[in-house]
Nanobody, 114 residues
């Protein structure tokens, strides 16, 4: 069974930074476009960023110029560097393939608050 394990969340002040990681197991990681999603009490789960097998990236308008997605195929890991964080970025962050082909992991909580 595929496992997706997110980590790196926490409490940060507005303007701060966090780096999220997602380790995938039991998949041919390099074959997939991977993505980060987030869900907050106010919103349904939304796509935040994605990265293709070749490294091309796309971002939601709300995070452009602030977030950077990257991947390390040798480590089966996808990352999300989040800078200039805002309170509205508060959410549980999840990774999955683009299109969410696999069961969701537990996610990692990001709270942006002063």
């Amino acid at each position: 069974q595929v496992q997706l394990v997110e980590s790196g969340g926490g409490l940060v002040q507005p303007g701060g930074s966090l780096r999220l990681s997602c380790a995938a197991s039991r998949i041919i990681f390099s074959s997939y476009t991977m993505a980060w999603y987030r869900r907050s009490p106010e919103k349904q789960r939304e796509l935040v960023a994605s990265i293709t097998r070749g490294g091309s990236t796309n971002y939601a308008d709300s995070v452009k110029e602030r977030f950077t997605i990257s991947r390390d195929n040798a480590k089966n890991t996808v990352y999300l560097q989040m800078n200039s964080l805002k309170p509205e970025d508060t959410a549980v962050y999840y990774c999955n393939t683009h299109g969410a082909a696999f069961d969701w992991g537990q996610g990692t909580q990001v709270t942006v608050s002063s």
